[in-house]
């Protein structure tokens, strides 16, 4: 179990309890439960087992729940707890060399690492066959970032072409123990039924949006006319572009048509 352990810290290069938040306490995790909405025909994927807490109240409503930990002695204990229940797969290993469900419908709730948000985030909405919903724990910049506030940005501008994203709690820090040094929420994020854009769309959008970022949209080195985007925008019912200095996902999206419109009545 040591060497489980060494093994994980190694893995990405600091150690694992800096990044551990544990929340244990009954009341609040029933609560997360209710809002997550699992139900009896539910399957979860939850990552990092911890201690078993959540995971075991996630047993008590779902139909199956299957979780990774990477922490070999932190899996002891998760065992220990869900000896009597049948409808829970503990894997030990690391979540970011696991093998994501290749089909069938899923659910993710997790109190993950602060550490690898990120990589996480980015594993479980690029993957194949990603869940239909995921609730997280993270931290509260991370998911202001994801969530475009105060400003979009390319990551806050890609997830939005597949997902919805809202803060469903927002965490003391007297929750968890140790207490995290930075403020936490819980997080959902929502698949859309069908994506705003699609594979080959959405590889442009994404090309739009770095150079709209990097030179501006309209204007010199931009990719259409103050007048053009303005157009585009009044049509949709949509105000100027960058009142306040702020540019929306939905305006994105709209002066991203309109340069795809222009580029294919040009061709």
């Known amino acids: 179990m040591q060497k489980n352990r060494r093994q994980a810290e190694d893995t990405h290069g600091k150690q694992l309890s800096d990044s551990q938040n544990f929340l244990t306490d009954f009341k609040l995790i029933q609560r997360m439960i209710r809002l997550a909405d699992i139900r009896k025909d539910d399957t979860i994927l939850e990552i990092g087992a911890g ?50 469900p290749q089909k069938g419908a899923y659910k993710v709730v997790a109190n993950i690492p602060f550490f690898l948000t990120t990589q996480i985030v980015e594993k479980l909405t690029q993957g194949a066959n990603p869940p239909s919903d995921m609730w997280l724990v993270m931290e509260k910049g991370a998911a202001k970032r994801f969530m475009g506030l105060p400003r979009e940005n390319k990551k806050s501008l890609a997830l939005k072409v597949g997902w919805e ?11 968890f123990h140790p207490k995290p040094s930075v403020d936490t929420v819980f997080i959902h994020f929502s698949k859309k039924a069908v994506p705003d854009l699609n594979r080959k769309e959405y590889r442009e959008f994404q090309k739009f949006v770095e150079r709209g970022m990097k030179y501006g949209v309209t204007g010199k080195g931009g990719m259409l006319t103050k007048r053009q985007a303005s157009a585009a925008l009044r049509q949709a019912g949509m105000y100027q572009a960058y009142e306040d200095g702020v540019t929306l996902y939905i305006q994105w999206l709209c002066l991203f048509r309109c340069y795809q419109d222009m580029r294919e009545r040009k061709s």
């Open 51 to 100: 201690k078993g807490h959540l995971t075991e109240a996630l047993c008590k409503r779902a139909g199956k729940v299957c979780s990774v930990e990477i922490d070999g002695m932190l899996m002891e204990r998760a065992k220990k707890r869900l000896l009597k229940y049948d409808n829970v797969e503990l894997v030990l290993g690391d979540f970011m060399k696991y093998r994501l």
């Open 165 to 175: 994203m809202k803060n469903v709690y927002y965490f003391r820090r007297e929750d």
